[in-house]
Nanobody, 115 residues
């Protein structure tokens, strides 16, 4: 199982970014996928989740209405569209999947929201 995130960077408050997670080594279309983030000095938190078919999503309250998780199973890729970014969204963002009772993580991508 391999997960590779991309799309992070430095953005001003109010800006947007789209993160991508390319999955390989398993059949992503059979699994729910998640985005987590971890800010300095804080615990890793679940930000968004999407079910295997892409028809069900969940979000942490702090990002509802601003972030959208989606997936393209034909491309084995999961996305996180982040709009109206705030400084408190600054964190390393990780893609996650649980396959056969084991959690797998990508290397993470840094998102920094600052003026």
């Amino acid at each position: 199982v391999q997960l590779v995130e991309s799309g992070g960077g430095l953005v001003q408050p109010g800006g947007s970014l789209r993160l991508s997670c390319a999955a390989s080594g398993f059949t992503p279309s059979n699994y729910d996928m998640n985005w987590y983030r971890q800010a300095p000095g804080k615990e890793r938190e679940l930000v968004a989740a999407i079910n295997s078919a892409g028809r069900g999503t969940n979000y942490v309250d702090s990002v509802k209405g601003r972030f959208t998780v989606s997936r393209d199973n034909a491309k084995n890729t999961v996305y996180l569209q982040m709009n109206s970014l705030k400084p408190e969204d600054t964190a390393v963002y990780y893609c996650n999947v649980r396959v056969r009772l084991r959690n797998y993580w990508g290397q993470g991508t840094q998102v920094t929201v600052s003026s």
